[in-house]
């Protein structure tokens, strides 16, 4: 075990050290005056139940996120493991929308077809966090499927499944 205080010279280390938590990968996708546009995204998670409401963290440099802090709505997608793909497509280009079945749902944002789930948001808050901004969003309609999630851990792809 390596320890370590976060400073500017050990921001690697501190990166490695977050990624050893293993999250589930999204795609966060609004609707644009220029169409459609999609982030993928490891800083998802639920908030509450009651009411429903979810957050994702947006990285403040990223060009694309004035379009989502901008957005009334928008949706966050849970890949499946067949998904690793997109995820790493809508990494480079927020308009990577080409060969994927997509519907229009909530406020006309795009909605990305089988996913492991599906949560379509009303923004609700933006706070200040650091580097990035915490948006939070009220679920106006979720779906699920017994698809089994795509995984995010030590920089790469992998599944989980309870099978």
Not at 82 to 91: L, M, R, T, V, Y
Not at 119 to 142: N, P, S
Request: charged share 20%.
């Amino acid at each position: 075990m390596t320890a370590f205080t976060p400073t500017p010279e050990t921001t690697r280390q501190l990166r490695d050290a977050y990624g050893r938590f293993a999250t589930g990968v999204c795609i966060v996708t609004t609707h644009t005056p220029s169409g459609p546009i999609g982030m993928t995204a490891n800083s998802f998670t639920s908030v509450s139940l009651d009411p429903p409401l979810v957050l994702w963290c947006p990285g403040k440099t990223s060009a694309r996120t004035p379009h989502f802090t901008a957005a009334s709505h928008f949706a966050i997608h849970v890949l499946c493991d067949e998904q690793a793909q997109i995820a790493k497509d809508f990494a480079k280009d927020g308009r990577a929308f080409s060969g994927i079945e997509i519907t229009d749902g909530e406020g006309d944002v795009p909605l990305i077809a089988n996913c492991a789930a599906r949560f379509e948001c009303e923004t609700r808050q933006i706070h200040e966090a650091g580097d990035h901004l915490i948006q939070v969003g009220k679920v106006l309609r979720a779906m699920t499927s017994d698809k089994a999630p795509l995984i995010f851990c030590n920089g790469g792809f992998g599944d989980f499944s309870t099978g």
